[in-house]
């Protein structure tokens, strides 16, 4: 028995008897939560557990917790971070393992409340044109640099058991747009593309999933990339990604037509799963009656994904904060 294509999110704090049938009735991979389904940790385990009671297995359970703007996490569920930029900026040197550090306890925090995947790394390369809403959620502009820092976050995903989610395949970083609530274009020539925007990803093309970008690559095809077949080949074949694949957010401005249409044009093009978040319950049976069963290849990868997902390696929290204190404040206990 496959899993159902689609990774869905919940109303509130916890789940309704409707939501409860349905993802009985839909088995979604996985879920996504959000700032509303956070009120206090044992709320949160509560949820989880309702979560993976309703399709009978640990189902993976995301969330977005880079830190800075993009935390659903806040104190006092979590702690409270710097933008990923800033962060990497204050380290200097000692990035790597200052970004190592930051999501190795970010890991603990979210596994401490039931949550096993985070929606990390994010390698897309910032640059003079990178739009406000994604600028600062970077880890900087050269490829090399961010492909060691994405590994760096990965690895502290990892060691904490807890799913990284490589995003925006194939790279966001030159829109000037921001895709939630516009579709933007990126006119460079694919071989400018590979040398830069594309090259993390290759690096990073070993995580278990990924997340696709909403954008047109105008000498690529005129589809958004999450609907193209050509961007999704290329990101399997020039870039060699072959985890799990799934789309960001479905009903995001950038992606025109009915919910049903897109899943469906997402799944043709070679996504694996469809990501839909901050819909009715509706929204949410259409996106998953649109995506259906996965693929054989889909649920392979899916079951190659789950098996990525380990228990925690031992952790001293407090030695941990106080090595990543004294990096960022720039001194060296070595």
């Known amino acids: 028995m496959s899993f159902g294509a689609a990774i869905l999110d919940a109303e509130g704090l916890r789940l309704t008897a409707e939501e409860r049938a349905f993802f009985r009735e839909a088995d979604p991979f996985g879920f996504i939560l959000f700032a509303r389904n956070l009120q206090s940790p044992d709320q949160i385990r509560a949820l989880c557990s309702d979560m993976r009671e309703a399709v009978g297995r640990a189902a993976p359970i995301t969330i977005d917790q ?32 200052a970004m190592y550090l930051r999501y190795r306890l970010i890991a603990a925090e979210l596994r401490a409340l039931g949550i096993d995947s985070n929606c990390a790394p994010m390698v897309d390369l910032a640059g003079p044109q990178t739009h406000d809403f994604l600028f600062n959620r970077c880890y900087g502009g050269d490829a090399a640099e ?31 747009l921001d895709s939630h609530y516009d579709l933007p274009h990126v006119d460079a020539e694919p071989e400018a593309l590979d040398d830069t925007d594309f090259a993390p990803f290759r690096a990073l093309a070993d995580l278990p999933m990924g997340m696709t970008a909403h954008l047109v690559y105008d000498a690529i095809d005129a589809a958004p990339a999450t609907l193209s077949p050509a961007v999704i080949d290329l990101v399997r074949q020039q870039i060699g990604f072959d985890g799990l694949l799934m789309t960001d957010d479905i009903s995001m401005k950038a992606l025109e037509g009915d919910l049903g249409s897109l899943s469906r044009q997402a799944i043709a093009a070679g996504c694996d799963v469809v990501l839909h978040c901050n819909g009715t319950l509706q929204e949410r049976r259409q996106v998953a009656e649109a995506a259906g069963r996965m693929t054989k290849a889909a649920q392979i990868r899916a079951q190659a994904a789950l098996a990525a997902r380990y228990d925690p390696l031992p952790l001293d929290i407090r030695a941990a904060e106080a090595e990543l204190s004294s990096l960022l404040s720039g001194r060296s206990d070595d």
Request: aromatic content about 2%; glycine content about 16%; overall charge positive.
């Open 66 to 97: 880079e830190g800075g703007r993009v935390q659903r996490l806040r104190p006092p569920l979590g702690r409270d971070w710097l933008p990923p930029l800033d962060h990497v900026a204050q380290a200097g040197e000692a990035a790597e393992r």
């Open 146 to 176: 961010v492909a060691a820092l994405g590994r760096a976050v990965a690895q502290g995903l990892l060691d904490g058991g807890v799913l990284p989610v490589l995003k925006h395949i194939p790279g966001h970083g030159r829109a000037t």
